[in-house]
């Protein structure tokens, strides 16, 4: 008799970004005419940038013929893209890392997925409060969640970091033991950052207590401000105790492409059962060998071309464009009196909900009266209830007409 892994029991609901895309489909169905505008799953709008275009261009024609085609390519990555990357991603921010510390993949949503697989099964996580569904959902499938709890909306093995208003969406460090942290900055979904400091106190306190920080720092990209740290290695010891995780996903417009990267430093150490340590980048290099045949020649190909001058030039204005649209909605939307963070280094916006509507009646209210699909903040956890995100990857135009919208509704 097949039977199921019983942990996918445990899972609430449909995956967050899932449910949207259905209630968004019901709602046209029913509204053939309505035209919507989409500030809810981050998915980026633009075109490639052109150097992106003649690199996969090129790379596809060099696959058609025999002297230049290639098949299988190394699961981590080829050297042409993980030497840009070391170069300009981290040479440049003063971090030295050697070519087999970066595991070039396709996409981060697979390897902040995949990364707790390598960790001991009673491993305790600690994320915050609101986050990215992945890191606790992973966890629950690979069952380290314990069971839901229905009062709390939470599990109860999971170590929850409140971010909110009182704290400035900031999380305090954990008050129980925990081994596994899942931080992300520039912090989806609330736009908020850390600065060096802060993230400082978050090294310092998995070095004490032998911890691992799982640093997802897609958005880094965006990041305007001086004193914000783009990698979590720019903080001194962080090789010891960070994973990080980076995509071109939002960065280049990579969403359908798919192209992103781990770093997995050698200095970093976890534990066997007697307590033997173990180096963390020989077990994922053996996960990545055996389940993951590398990220398509041509895609690398693609992702390369970013570190051209033309690229940079291209990405930085891809980052200007979505930037202002941040600055349309959070000024759009403080001009109506609504609390709103975030949208200053990260390209969502986090507001508290008008007149404590829950954060499905905000959806639905968005959705009916503007036809606009925003992200309710509650899907991202408990600490997200009373508030939404709104995403800046939509066109200009849209984003100018959505914050009109809003305006002309009854908050
Ligand atoms: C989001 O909207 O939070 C992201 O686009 C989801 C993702 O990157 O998987």
Known sequence: MAKINQNYLQLQGSYLFSEIAKRRTKFISENPNAQIISLGIGDVTRALPQSVLTGLHNAVDELASEKSFRGYGPEQGYDFLINAIIEHDYKTRGVTLNSNEVFVSDGSKCDVGNIQEIFSGDSIIAVQ????????????????????????????????????????????LPTQKVDLIYLCYPNNPTGMTLTKAELKKWVDYAKENKCILLFDSAYEAFIQEDDVPRSIYEIEGAKEVAIEFRSYSKTAG????????????????????????????????????????????????????????????????????????????????????????????????????????????????LLSEAHIVGTPGVGFGQAGQGYFRLTAFGSRENTEAAVERIKKLSL
Do not use: H
């Open 129 to 172: 409060d609101p986050v990215y569904p992945v890191y606790v959902d992973s966890n629950v499938m690979a069952g380290r969640s314990g069971n839901y709890n229905k009062e709390t909306n939470r599990y109860d093995n999971i170590v929850y970091l409140t971010c909110n208003q009182e704290n400035n969406f900031k999380p305090e």
């Open 254 to 365: 990579f969403t359908g492409v798919r192209c992103a990267y781990t770093v997995v430093p050698r200095e970093l150490k976890a534990y066997d059962e007697d307590g033997n340590e173990m180096l963390v980048n020989d077990l994922w290099n053996r996960r990545q060998t055996t389940k993951f045949n590398g990220c398509s020649y041509v895609t690398q190909k693609g992702a390369a071309a970013i570190y051209t001058p033309e690229g940079r030039e291209q990405i930085a204005a891809l980052v200007d464009y979505y930037m202002s649209n941040a600055k349309v909605i959070r000024e759009g939307l403080s001009s109506l009196g609504l609390s709103v963070f975030g949208g200053v280094n990260a390209p969502y916006i986090w507001l508290k909900t008008p007149n404590n509507l829950s954060s499905w009646e905000f959806f639905d209210k």
